[in-house]
């Protein structure tokens, strides 16, 4: 079972990630949102939803980089293994922590309030909270890398990821002895990327980052009136 959790299941998780995101954007480019619900209970949305996406981006990049990142490059540039696990676990134990706060106050909000509820489909509620208790399970196996602090650990996972991306058949053992509580962690993150196309997170991959460049709009008055 190991081998296909972590040697058959990510292929499988990439490419329905892949192929469903953008089956979904050509069928249906309206469903493709956020589905906001801001002008409900809005102080509470905005305080959830900062902490909540700024912890996520942050540890989202921080495994993009640190799982990605060959690792010669790292001794290249004088950064031992100890100094890049140590890194790893304060920044990402504070992003960690700022998007539980964050997501726990967004799925309050969802379920407590009755109009929010009502307005909330099952995906929205559901992958909420795998992402909550992904969080969960990430925070935790930081107390067990401080166990690690040589990162010798974390090379694995770094082989590991590695391994996936160049077809090495050999990926899935180099993570076969680490603590359960990383394996739990690297299939629910296999599962949300699994379900990923069927979800409001699907607006992640839209970020509206044209406006950054986009010229602004002036609006003037005349008094000309139309015929």
Do not use: C
């Not at 909540?52 to 010669?72: A, D, K, N």
């Not at 699994?194 to 406006?211: E, Q």
């Amino acid at each position: 079972m190991h081998e296909f959790f972590f040697g058959t299941y990510p292929y499988i998780a990439l490419s329905v990630l892949l192929l469903g995101s953008i089956a979904r954007y050509e069928r249906d480019p309206f469903t493709w949102k956020s589905s906001s619900s801001q002008l409900l209970r809005r102080k509470q949305l905005v305080i959830g939803s900062v902490l909540f996406h700024v912890g996520v981006l942050v540890i989202f990049f921080g495994h993009l980089v640190g799982l990605l990142t060959p690792i010669w490059v790292f001794d290249a540039l004088g950064i031992s293994h100890g100094a890049k696990q140590l890194l790893a676990v304060i920044a990402g134990g504070v992003a960690g922590v700022m998007a539980l706060a964050g997501g726990a106050m967004l799925l309050h909000r969802r379920l407590m309030d009755p109009r929010i509820r009502a307005n909330s489909t099952f995906a929205d509620t559901g992958i909420l909270i795998l992402l909550l208790v992904q969080l969960v399970l990430g925070v935790l196996t930081i107390f067990v890398s401080l166990q690690h602090l040589d990162g010798h650990e974390m090379t694995k996972f770094m082989a590991w990821a590695s391994g996936i991306f160049t077809f090495d058949g050999q990926a899935a053992s180099y993570i076969e002895d680490v603590n359960l509580l990383f394996k739990l962690h690297l299939f629910l993150g296999l599962t949300i990327f699994l379900l990923f196309p069927f979800t409001r997170l699907v607006h992640m991959l839209s970020v509206p980052v044209r406006y950054i460049w986009r010229p602004g709009y002036q609006i003037v008055r005349t008094k000309k009136r139309g015929a």
